[in-house]
Structure formats: C-alpha cells, structure tokens
C-alpha cells in the first residue's frame, strides 16, 4: 500500500468525536480508532483542540495525509450554517478556516450524513451501484445524502421536507419512534409517506437505510412499498471516519 492510498477521516457527534487513518482503496480503518467524548459546551475551538488531540494520537504514516472531517450541520464551501446538539455559534461559521488554523494542515470540512452516505457508495452497499442513490440515516433527526453515478450532491436535508406544519423528521425519526413508544409496523407507515414523497420528488434508482436502528431492518423495511429497492447501510458506526477521508483524497 503506498502513502496515496492513505488519508484521515474524523466523525465530529453530539456525543463523542472519532478519528483514524483509511484506506482508501478498501475504506478499512488501517490505524486503531481514537474517540473522546465531545466537549459538553460544543463550542468551535473546545471541539477543534479535541480533533487535534485525536490527530496527534494516529500513527506516523498519518503524517502529512489528506485530512476530512465530517460535521452535524449544513456545510457550504468550508462555512457551518446550521447546528444540532452543539454550540449556536457554530450557525454562519467560518469552520473550515478555524480546523486549518487549529490543526496547522489544510482540512475537508463536510457534513456528517453526506460522508456517510459517500462511504456506503463507494465502499459499503451500494458499491458499485450507478444511477441516483438516496442514503438515509433514521436517528434522532433524518441524516440524508444524495450521490449520483460517484458524485456527491451536498446537503440535501431531506428530513426537513415539510410536513403536516413541521418536517418529517419531526413525524418520522427514529427518535419518535422511541419517544412515542410506536410498534415497528406503525412506524413503517409513517415513514412509507416519507420514502413515498422521496421517490415521487427524486426516482431514485435506490434507497439506502443507516442509522443504528438500521441493524433492526428486517422488522421495517420489508413492510415499505416503493419502486426503487430499499436496502440496509452496510458500515455503520465508521461511515462518516471513510466518508470523510475519502472525500478529502
């Protein structure tokens, strides 16, 4: 494996940050995965020095590689435009310049659910798979990522899409699926209006399915009925650390 075929991907969460070196031909973590809990306040720099305590702590051959870091919020050319679970200062900030300056190396800064949805692309489910892909991810809102044929289409929050006066995250979480103590077939009709709506606004070619509730898909996704097939994500808990990487390469 030559130093090309190396780069670095970090997952900044609500709850904790992690971060290690890929291979990019295979997206296997080829250095240990380092996490530490996300600093309580999720203020920019606090989380800054956290991702530079987790890049200081990868292997010698991380040294000098490209660098992703993936991020809960609308991220246009390096600028943060939203915040979910951390600090309000994170809304119209300037976070690629900050990483760089913080880390002393230039950085890929990219939301969380288009690094995730980029790595089942490239390495996970959809491997391989041309056309429009649509990757979800059902947690406590609705992640979403739009690739066609190998090429990300950035933030495409298709968990906000209006419904009934809210958004169909706020109907159709996995979160509210918890919260509202709902039977597995009772969430599945909810979220066959949200898949139905997708397919009628996209076509996509396929639908993909994260998120940890994902590991349970055998009790909801076969109750869906949709023209496009609609599959579980593969990587779970590592998506966004090869997503990141790779899109930073």
């Known amino acids: 494996?030559?130093?090309?075929?190396?780069?670095?991907?970090?997952d900044i969460g609500g709850t904790g940050i992690k971060g290690a070196l890929v291979n990019l031909t295979t997206g296997e973590l080829v250095s240990e995965r380092f996490k530490i809990p996300t600093p309580e306040d999720g203020e920019p720099e606090a989380i800054a020095h956290t991702v530079l305590e987790i890049v200081n702590q990868l292997p010698e051959e991380a040294e000098g590689k490209p660098l992703g870091i993936c991020f809960p919020a609308i991220v246009k050319n390096g600028k943060t435009h939203s915040a979910a679970n951390v600090s309000k200062r994170w809304i119209n900030f300037e976070a690629e310049k900050l990483f760089t300056q913080t880390l002393g190396r230039r950085i890929r800064f990219i939301n969380d659910a288009d690094a995730a949805g980029f790595a089942e692309v490239k390495?996970?489910?959809a491997r391989d798979t041309q056309g429009a892909i649509i990757v979800t991810t059902l947690g406590t809102g609705i992640g979403s990522a739009f690739i066609y044929n190998g090429v990300l289409i950035p933030n495409f929050e298709l968990g906000h899409l209006p419904y009934q006066g809210e958004s169909y995250e706020k109907f159709a979480a996995n979160s509210v699926r918890e919260r509202e103590e709902l039977e597995y077939p009772v969430w599945a009709e909810r979220l066959q209006l949200f898949y139905s709506e997708l397919e009628f606004l996209f076509s996509p070619d396929l639908f993909l399915v994260g998120g940890g509730v994902s590991k349970s898909h055998e009790k909801f996704l076969p109750l869906l009925?949709?023209?496009?097939?609609?599959?579980?994500?593969?990587?779970r808990n590592n998506a966004g650390i090869m997503g990141a990487a790779?899109?930073?390469?």
């Open 225 to 235: 009925k949709l023209k496009a097939p609609i599959i579980p994500a593969a990587l």
């Open 123 to 125: 390495y996970g489910a």
């Open 1 to 10: 494996m030559t130093d090309s075929q190396l780069a670095i991907g970090v």
């Open 246 to 249: 790779a899109l930073a390469a």
